[in-house]
């Protein structure tokens, strides 16, 4: 066989195949070592904006009786490994920190170990931080402080510090940014409830601080965060990254922009149950996945209470005080095994965000807002926030998250659902229009290798290699 005959008649179908798994590639693969340089005013943004991922992580925890949901995330150089409790209703990342710790909770080997790359109070993100708290910056290379306090009267107090975030994105590529976090040296816990046993929180709120908007800031991901979190096995998914949002089905509504907070609030929105309104109408909804529980101000929770109330007087269950996981409980003849034995008792809560032809409906079954307790009650997962010194803040937690994909869309400024199965982790390269997914790309590459070496490219892998 005459091979240079045989390759004049293979090229233009080899450079064909390789002209289009180039673009494809173009079009999705995220470089990121320009994601690991700082610029003396902070980061170096990605110059090209159009190869945008998102990164997803599986999620564990439940509302009761863990009361919280965590992500594992790496850190460091070489990574290492800390569970941290996902919260939008905050914008720092902290992690419990060797220096040495006060009030943690974690033994010293799964601490974090600063290594003299604490942050500046001179640094744009330590302004960033917009705690009224924050010590003056009277030398520009001192160490930033923070403070920074909860709505469950938990606080932690550390020094801002930056190192690697190895991160694998949904289209194969792996980014290695330095990010910004707390390293929290003194941890208080003085409420009633004891402090979550994970190593930190993940901060995913609206400031520059977040770590969404600081990935965003390096041109990695947009900021969009998506959460789904399991009714029933204590899993789900969360992803920042606009990659996971459906093209369709989402129910939108506005962010209050208007709103000094940076919190998630939306609009103005009316309460109705069993879809007749309860007559409280104009209150905006926090939304806050670091809330176990939803709360209402006293005139939402006393008008919820009394509906319910109405229902329950020709049904079997009756208010019991004999079980204190929540302030509100009934019980059956017998202990109580899952909610959907007593669902058929309790209605749908709904919040109506808009007009009242054309709003925005965000409805909680009941399996969404009650919880069975180890007693074998049924309570309500709806507290009274004005009693828990929340004022008239009405917040979303995570009971009223369940079942549902939640996303937060920063990047248009708007909260979106849709009722989804959050059991399983989403496959992203699915009915995607036909793009290849990383499976395709590499196998492309493998025999484009293969046609013009000759050999098999997928022996000749080193370790750590994708």
Request: net charge neutral.
């Amino acid at each position: 066989m005459n091979l240079k005959k045989e390759s004049r008649k293979l090229f233009p179908w080899v450079y064909f195949f390789f002209f289009y798994v180039f673009l494809l590639v173009s079009a999705r693969v995220q470089p990121s070592e320009a994601a690991t340089k700082d610029s003396p005013k902070g980061h170096v943004k990605l110059q090209n904006h159009l190869l945008a991922s998102s990164v997803v992580f599986p999620v564990s925890g439940n509302v009761y009786p863990l009361g919280y949901y965590y992500v594992l995330l790496n850190i460091g150089n070489p990574p290492k490994v800390f569970d941290l409790d996902i919260d939008t209703g905050s914008d720092l990342t902290w992690v419990q920190c060797d220096a040495p710790c006060k009030g943690c909770t974690k033994p010293r080997d799964s601490q974090y170990k600063p290594k003299c790359n604490t942050l500046p109070c001179s640094h744009m993100l330590c302004y960033g931080l917009d705690l009224h708290q924050r010590r003056p910056c009277l030398d520009p290379q001192d160490q930033c402080d923070y403070e920074i306090g909860y709505s469950d009267h938990a606080s932690s107090l550390g020094a801002l510090v930056t190192d690697v975030f190895p991160l694998r994105l949904e289209n194969g590529s792996t980014t290695h940014p330095h990010l910004t976090f707390g390293c929290g040296y003194d941890q208080q816990s003085p409420g009633p409830h004891p402090a979550p046993p994970t190593a930190g929180m993940l901060g995913l709120g609206r400031g520059k601080v977040s770590i969404s908007s600081q990935l965003s800031y390096l041109g990695i991901i947009k900021n969009v965060i998506v959460h789904c979190l399991s009714h029933d096995n204590g899993k789900g998914f969360l992803s920042i990254g606009d990659e996971l949002v459906p093209s369709s089905g989402v129910t939108w509504t506005s962010l209050a922009l208007k709103s000094t907070s940076k919190h998630y609030m939306t609009g103005p929105a009316e309460l109705l149950f069993n879809d007749k309104t309860t007559s409280v109408k104009g209150i905006n909804f926090i939304f806050d996945s670091g809330s176990s529980y939803t709360y209402f101000n006293a005139q939402a929770y006393q008008a919820i209470l009394s509906h319910i109330g109405k229902d329950l007087k020709v049904k079997a269950l009756m208010e019991t005080k004999e079980d204190k996981s929540l302030p509100v409980c009934w019980k059956d003849k017998e202990p109580l095994k899952s909610v959907y034995d007593v669902k058929k008792y309790f209605k749908t809560i709904t919040l109506r965000f808009g007009s009242q032809k054309k709003g925005q409906l965000f409805q909680v079954p009941p399996e969404s807002y009650l919880i069975i307790t180890e007693e074998g009650s049924v309570c309500l997962g709806i507290l009274n926030g004005s009693e828990t010194g929340l004022g008239n803040y009405n917040i979303i937690g995570d009971i009223f998250f369940q079942g549902i994909m939640v996303i937060y869309d920063n990047e248009r400024q708007r909260i979106g659902w849709i009722p989804s199965d959050c059991d399983k982790l989403p496959n992203v390269n699915h009915d995607r229009g036909g793009v290849l997914s990383i499976e395709e790309y590499q196998r492309g590459f493998s025999l484009i290798r293969w046609l013009f070496s000759g050999t098999d490219s997928s022996n000749n892998k080193k370790d750590g290699e994708l």
